[in-house]
């Protein structure tokens, strides 16, 4: 059990009992416990029970429990409160959008104990009769299920990254004496992975097959299986893995087929053969040599897309990528000002401490008050400690910043006079998502055109595997943050990763400059920023149209160059 896990089984029995109907006081109790753990910094299963104890909100029965949770994994009231719920019920309270206040009406009045009886039941117009669902809720319903159902064994690359890891480390083991590498979506740092893929190499296949297949964490499927392929399941978690086979002679070869996408084995290498068909040439003894021998600049493995890299290495014009050393500093975050979990002064430490020469601090503006927004008067407060802080942490600096909400308009969020007190504003779009193309799109330029913005924050809106975020018209988009001098985030949170990558190139050739920014709302989130960097490189990112690859001085002659500018023109 680790923490999260810990504070996810919490969650779940709070769930369990509002659906239950337990004593609203006790659930009360369990709530606030759970708020005051997820704000501490601690890691639970650090803390002994007097330290938990310590906690506010955290009362008896709460220390309890964990304790438990700690050594058993559960805890009698969690298992209490499972087997009154039918199994499938779990899988229904998951569903955005439904509590467990609306799950208990739909399993009272409908019988419903499944998500397969909950999308009859809304295909069927039953869940628009009930008081309180109507039409919208019966429809937000069944495109919530159908979106659940297209993601099903598809993970975030952050999510599953250890896990794929892991499985090689305990192949490794099985197959030993054979030369073994990952292949397929995971070795090109997709941002969602549907499968683990592997590839062994060995001269006594017969013996290393039989091992794997023995291997008890993967439930085969034969079915799906060939001489060449074993196909499966994990057990434990919903993911596929493939593990294919071949000689030692031919490894090279087929690790290399098997890592590209198919459309860039597609892609002609010449005027007559793919990339395909060379590999299957075998004349060449490292990666490197296929290229070279082929007349292709080395292509790096995590831009294997077929997105016009096989055309830029022919003429040479694959860049140096963007690696994580190139970056000097971490722009848009959030401190306890607006929802984020350390002050600002732990925010800059911290960033300092990691070898970073600038944190760019953005909270949320004063609309978004879910979020903590910042009022005028809290705005000067945090820029006199700024102030402070830059003082003290010399030569390190705290740029000013705002993530200004982008409102329903595309206007920013403050008066002038506030937009020009800051360093650079951050402008998102965080609420009334649900747009037309036409609408979003004007939306964003509308932002773009105003002068104060500097970066244009997770452009779609998009949380992958979660919402599709609201559709917008890229080019246009881009092309406006060129004709404006706006950047454009690449927002590292492993769930956005929004500008996508597929975009990034189209970007730099218009001259926008990009920003990793983690958007971290607490200090580990700084460690997103490794994602960003994964799927810049992807998009052929490089450092020297990367703004954060700036140093701090370089920071902020740039940004003060921008405000000069704005004042200049009035
Ligand atoms: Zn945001
Ligand atoms: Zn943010």
């Keep these: 059990m680790d923490h999260k896990t810990l504070l996810k089984k919490i969650k779940l029995s709070i769930q369990l009992m509002e659906l239950h109907d337990e004593n609203p006081f006790k659930i009360r109790s369990y709530q606030s416990a759970l708020i005051s753990l997820e704000r501490s910094d601690q890691d639970i299963m650090g803390l002994s029970e007097a330290e938990l104890a310590k906690i506010s909100g955290v009362g008896k029965s709460m220390v309890e429990a964990i304790a438990q949770l700690k050594e058993i994994d559960t805890f009698p009231f969690l298992e209490e409160l499972l087997t009154k719920t039918p199994e499938g019920i779990l899988e229904v309270l998951q569903i955005k959008g439904l509590g467990p206040k609306k799950v208990k009406t739909l399993w009272e009045e409908l019988g419903i104990t499944s998500t397969h009886e909950l999308m009859e039941a809304c295909q069927a117009g039953k869940v628009a009769k009930i008081k309180g669902f109507g039409e919208k809720t019966q429809n937000t319903i069944i495109e919530n299920l159908e979106f659940k159902a297209s993601n099903a064994g598809k993970w975030l690359y952050a999510d599953i990254e250890e896990m794929i890891w892991q499985l090689k480390e305990t192949i490794q083991v099985i197959a030993s004496a054979t030369e073994l590498a990952i292949v397929g979506d995971f070795a090109r740092q997709m941002e969602i992975i549907t499968e683990a893929e592997f590839l062994i190499a060995s001269d006594e296949l017969a013996t290393v097959k039989s091992n794997i297949k023995a291997m008890e964490s993967i439930a085969w499927i034969l079915l799906e299986s060939g001489p060449r392929t074993l196909r499966g399941k994990l057990k434990d978690i919903d993911l596929r893995v493939s593990i294919h086979f071949c000689s030692k002679e031919d490894f090279l070869w087929k690790k290399l087929s098997l890592i590209a996408a198919p459309l860039h084995l597609?892609?002609?290498?010449?005027?007559?053969?793919?990339?395909?068909?060379?590999?299957?040439k075998k004349d060449f003894s490292s990666d490197e040599e296929f290229f070279s021998v082929n007349k292709l600049q080395f292509i790096p493995a995590e831009m294997r897309e077929g997105y016009g890299e096989v055309e830029l290495?022919?003429?040479?014009?694959i860049p140096e990528l963007l690696t994580e050393k190139d970056l000097k500093g971490i722009l848009h975050n959030h401190s306890t000002y607006s929802d984020g979990k350390h002050s600002l002064r732990q925010m800059a430490e911290y960033c300092k401490a990691l070898g970073y020469e600038y944190l760019g601090i953005s909270d949320h503006?004063?609309?978004?008050?879910?979020?903590?927004?910042?009022?005028?008067?809290?705005i000067l407060k945090q820029h006199q400690e700024i102030d402070e802080?830059?003082?003290?942490?010399?030569?390190?600096?705290i740029f000013k910043g705002i993530e200004s909400d982008i409102l329903n308009d595309g206007k920013l969020d403050y008066e002038e006079n506030v937009l020009a007190s800051f360093d650079f504003i951050v402008a998102s779009i965080h609420s009334v998502l649900s747009m037309d193309i036409k609408r979003a799109t004007t939306r964003l330029i509308t932002a773009i055109e105003n002068p104060y913005t500097t970066i244009l924050g997770h452009p779609t809106g998009r949380l992958l595997l979660r919402r599709p975020g609201y559709p917008i018209d890229h080019k246009a988009v881009i092309d406006a943050c060129a004709a404006n001098n706006v950047v454009i985030e690449i927002n590292a949170n492993p769930w956005r990763l929004d500008l996508d990558w597929r975009w990034i190139r189209y970007a730099m050739d218009q001259g926008v400059l990009l920003s990793i920014n983690p958007d971290a709302h607490a200090m580990e989130g700084y460690a997103d920023m490794k994602y960003g960097v994964l799927v810049g490189r992807k998009g052929g990112l490089t450092k020297e149209m990367t703004l954060n690859a700036l140093t701090g001085t370089e920071m902020k002659a740039y940004l003060d160059a921008r405000l000069e500018k704005i004042k200049a023109k009035k």
């Design 365 to 378: 503006s004063k609309t978004a008050f879910y979020a903590g927004g910042l009022t005028e008067d809290q």
């Design 389 to 397: 802080l830059n003082k003290e942490l010399a030569p390190f600096r």
């Design 313 to 317: 290495a022919k003429e040479n014009k």
């Design 266 to 280: 597609e892609a002609l290498v010449d005027e007559k053969e793919t990339v395909a068909k060379k590999l299957q």
